[in-house]
């Protein structure tokens, strides 16, 4: 009788892990984040099973629940908008306040652009400091180019990948009200959202993503914000990969493979193997035999899962830069934009390290007629910059166009995200007094303003949590 209830009480717990993890004793199975197998909602929605379904029902409901209020009035939010636009201009339409006309193309308009967002890709690796772990020597060799124009002082719009997404998608900072679940963003786009002034330029867009639509809802998000086509691992078979999607080197072989040229296209790429269970097969992909690997301290090759984990760094940035490279010469026109979404797990190589390589992640633009001083030298920013930068590096003298944060190639803007600020050549924490110095940024003697920051973060913030909850009316 024992044997037969421990028999029972083992086989229940069984099912229910078989159950809880959608038809697998891991996590390492179907669940709500990958289910997108097919190219239809309908058909992905019916691969979870019902636990799982009932479990994505109770996540989504929490996440929206935890969406913090800040607890804004109409008045607030137009003297924010005042504040950052710099005008006196009075309205009851948030967007008014976001209006901008653009100064005049700096760069002839190209036939394609590729906005590259690499999976936890760090600024530190590309630091002097660690030229001899030697992990970044592709997108290092493009930053060099004459061609190329490398910023370093840039932040990422939040901690993990999707606050990034969002962050490049709607144009709006990071204030934890989760825009990828808000019903409005799934129904229109906001009026800083960058794929439909793309559009208006003239591009095709395209949502190009090595892992599965239904991850974070980004399908459906990224749709819904203007983008026009939604490409992802589900779009092609390859044994190579893991539960968060395909290995980046075979998704960007077949994002390559599908490209024409037969109409200007914007395409927002984001990577994925740069994150664990570090799946890739480093031995396939030539990394033991490499000057990288062999030049490796013994510490760090006697250290697997450090290895490991910069092994990965270093594959993300093999393939992006032979992406990028073979694109460019089939294409010349092409335009690049290549930053992270956040800083990674490889950060633990560092024992004691700052806040500039906590937080900062890199930004390369790349392409015919990029030059080094296309940006100011205190240029600095985060996320939401990305789309007014480059409108303004392309569109026409007078495009009206609209977003929360300022072109990087008017000069220094306020980064920000949840945790930190970037000014120039400063960077600290909210709530804390302390600040740092950038270690690569140009020399600027000016001190930040901690007050002055204070209240722009306050105006970037309302303004991107009313846009999310309540629109663009200001009553």
Same mark, same amino acid.
Not at 69 to 90: I, Q
Not at 135 to 150: H, R, V
Not at 435 to 463: H, M, Q, S
């Given at each position: 009788m024992v044997g037969f209830l421990i028999f029972i009480l083992l086989f229940s717990y069984t099912f229910w892990r078989f159950v809880r993890f959608g038809g697998a004793l891991t996590e390492n199975s179907v669940r709500w984040t990958n289910a997108a197998k097919t190219n239809q909602l309908l058909l992905n929605e019916a691969i979870l099973d019902d636990f799982q379904a009932l479990y994505r029902a109770y996540d989504t409901h929490e996440v929206l629940a935890n969406a913090?209020?800040?607890?804004?009035?109409?008045?607030?939010?137009? !003297?924010?908008?005042?504040?950052?636009?710099?005008?006196?201009? *009075?309205?009851?339409?948030?967007?008014?306040?976001l209006r901008k006309s653009a100064q005049g193309a700096k760069l002839p308009k190209p036939k394609h652009i590729f906005l590259i967002v690499a999976e936890s890709y760090s600024q530190w690796p590309?630091?002097?400091?660690?030229?001899?772990?030697?992990?970044?020597?592709?997108?290092?060799?493009?930053?060099?180019?004459?061609?190329?124009?490398?910023?370093?002082?840039?932040?990422?719009?939040?901690?993990?990948?999707?606050?990034?997404?969002?962050?490049i998608v709607t144009g709006l900072s990071e204030v934890k009200v989760y825009p990828n679940y808000q019903e409005k963003s799934l129904t229109e786009s906001y009026s800083t959202a960058l794929a439909p002034q793309m559009q208006k330029l003239g591009y095709r867009t395209n949502f190009l993503y090595g892992g599965y639509g239904s991850w974070q809802n980004?399908?459906?998000?990224?749709?819904?914000?203007?983008? !026009? *086509?939604?490409?992802?691992?589900?779009?092609?078979?390859?044994?190579?990969?893991?539960?968060?999607?395909?290995d980046d080197g075979v998704f960007l072989r077949y994002v390559l493979s599908k490209m024409s040229d037969d109409q200007p296209t914007?395409?927002?790429?984001?990577?994925?193997?740069?994150?664990?269970?570090?799946?890739?097969?480093?031995d396939k992909a030539g990394f033991f035999n490499t000057t990288t690997y062999h030049n490796f301290p013994d510490a760090i090759k006697q250290n697997a899962e450090m290895v490991k984990m910069l092994g990965h760094f270093w594959y993300c940035d093999k393939v992006i830069t !032979?992406?990028?490279?073979?694109?460019?010469?089939?294409?010349?026109?092409?335009l690049f934009i290549i930053t992270g979404d956040h800083v990674g797990g490889n950060l633990r190589y560092l024992s004691n390290p700052t806040l500039f390589e906590r937080y900062a992640i890199p930004l390369i633009i790349y392409g015919k007629g990029v030059n080094k001083g296309?940006?100011?030298a205190n240029a600095s920013g985060a996320q939401i910059n990305i789309g007014p930068t480059l409108i303004e590096l392309i569109a026409p003298k007078g495009f009206i166009y609209y977003s929360l944060g300022e072109s990087l190639t008017k000069g220094k803007a306020l980064g920000v995200n949840l945790d930190t600020w970037m000014y120039g050549s400063y960077l600290g924490?909210?709530?804390?007094?302390?600040? !740092?110095?950038?270690?690569?940024?140009?020399?600027?003697?000016?001190?930040?303003?901690?007050?002055?920051?204070?209240?722009?973060?306050?105006?970037?913030?309302?303004?991107?949590?009313?846009?999310?909850?309540?629109?663009?009316?200001?009553?």
């Open positions: 913090k209020n800040l607890d804004l009035s109409p008045g607030k939010v137009a !003297e924010f908008g005042r504040m950052l636009s710099g005008s006196v201009t *009075k309205s009851n339409h948030l967007d008014d306040y590309l630091m002097p400091t660690y030229e001899n772990l030697d992990i970044a020597s592709g997108l290092k060799s493009i930053a060099n180019k004459d061609d190329a124009e490398y910023l370093t002082s840039f932040l990422s719009n939040g901690n993990f990948t999707i606050g990034a997404v969002s962050g980004v399908e459906k998000f990224s749709l819904a914000q203007g983008f !026009e *086509k939604f490409v992802s691992c589900g779009d092609l078979i390859s044994p190579d990969g893991n539960t968060w999607g395909i914007f395409n927002m790429i984001l990577t994925v193997s740069n994150h664990p269970p570090y799946t890739v097969d480093l !032979e992406f990028v490279e073979t694109v460019k010469a089939k294409y010349p026109d092409s296309i940006l100011p924490m909210y709530n804390d007094s302390h600040y !740092e110095r950038a270690p690569l940024a140009a020399d600027d003697d000016v001190k930040p303003d901690l007050e002055e920051i204070k209240n722009t973060t306050n105006a970037i913030r309302g303004i991107s949590w009313w846009s999310v909850m309540k629109g663009n009316k200001l009553d």
